[in-house]
Structures are given as structure tokens and as C-alpha cells.
């Protein structure tokens, strides 16, 4: 019975933070343009197979800072009288704050020095997998539940399926634009355009002297 009532609670946390966006009016307005813009990039993504770049994850670290801020700026409101002692004596949403914090500074040096390789940096600043984490906490902080491991697992599954869901929309209209013949063409970077020249310039210098190509 205990297993059973465990299973309860996980699928009450987990329904709670499905339906978050549409019980909490508050939540909904920074919901909805994150929830958008997290599935236009998805199918950007899904379309243009183009690599994240060093800096676009260093922009994308920047979003956790923002999301403290504003998990702080509810905890300060979170009364009809808004006070700083409200933070303070919210232990578990201020050691997320705090976390996060720390966590996007951390990530910042990350992504500024490069401190990772690529392959490992790029998935796990990608937009996706930031925006999907930070929604993921921001749901559990505006339902205001329990902020334990089960809550924590509830999060994990979620943010799972939500990954998961995007991926299978990329893998879609990837497999839909190869079956109508459409051939996406990565963009070329200055550097490789640069490359191109100086050895196409080295082979026509090399054609000149050795008298392959006559001067004009």
C-alpha cells in the first residue's frame, strides 16, 4: 500500500506540473512565449542542421540568471505585502534561486573559456535542453509543491517527455523534406569561405609557375 501511495503522489506532482501553465494565471503569461518560442526553434532546428556555435550557447547559459531573478521576484510578492523576508524564510525556493545562480555562472565560464568539447558543451546548452529545464523548474516553483525528490523525479520525466516530443517533431520533418527532395544546404562559415580562396589562389599560383596557365 505504501508503493501504491507513493505512486499516487509522483503522479499528482507530475499532473501538477503538466497542468501548471493553466492553473496559474501568473505562470501562463511566462508560459506561453517560452512554450512558443522553444517549438519555432525546435522546427528551425528540425530544418537547418546547423551547428550551435560557442556563442549562442554562451547566450543561452545567460537564461538561468533570468529565471532566478524571476523566481526571486515571486517569492518577494508571494504575500500581500511584498517583503524581502519572504525570500529569506523560503528555504527551498531561495536554495533554487541560488542554485541556478550559481549554475548560469558557472556555465557562462563554461561556455566563455570552452571548457568542455563541442559535442558535450553544444547538447547540453543547447536551447532546447535549457529552455526544457528551466520551464521544467519554473512549473515546480509556480505550483508551489513540494520541493523534494519525488518532485525532482517528476520533473526529470517531464522534462524527458518534452525532449523527446521535439526530437520526434525534428526527426519528422527532417524525414518529410528528404521525401520531397529538398536539400538543406549548411551555411557556410566566413573562415571555410576564406580557406576556399586561399587554396583555389595557392592552385592558380601553382598553374602560373609551372606553366599550365598562360597569362592572359
Known sequence: M????????FWERLSALVSAPFSNQEMLWVAIPLAVVILLMALYAGKYRE????SSA???????LFVA???IRKMYNSTAVPSW?????NTAYLTISLGLIIAG???MLITFYHLLPKKWAFFAFDYTSVNISLYVIM???YTDVPADLLTALAGVILFAVIFAILRAIQWLEAHAGKEE??????????GDLAEKFKREAEMIKKKKESGELKPA
Open 2 to 9: 505504501a508503493d501504491l501511495g507513493l505512486i499516487g503522489m
Open 51 to 54: 551547428e550551435l556555435g560557442w
Open 58 to 64: 554562451f547566450q543561452n547559459t545567460t537564461v538561468y
Open 69 to 71: 531573478i524571476d523566481i
Open 85 to 89: 523576508s519572504n525570500i529569506y524564510s
Open 105 to 107: 555562472f558557472v556555465f
Open 139 to 141: 512549473t515546480i516553483v
Open 181 to 190: 527532395g529538398i536539400e538543406i544546404i549548411h551555411e557556410k562559415k566566413p
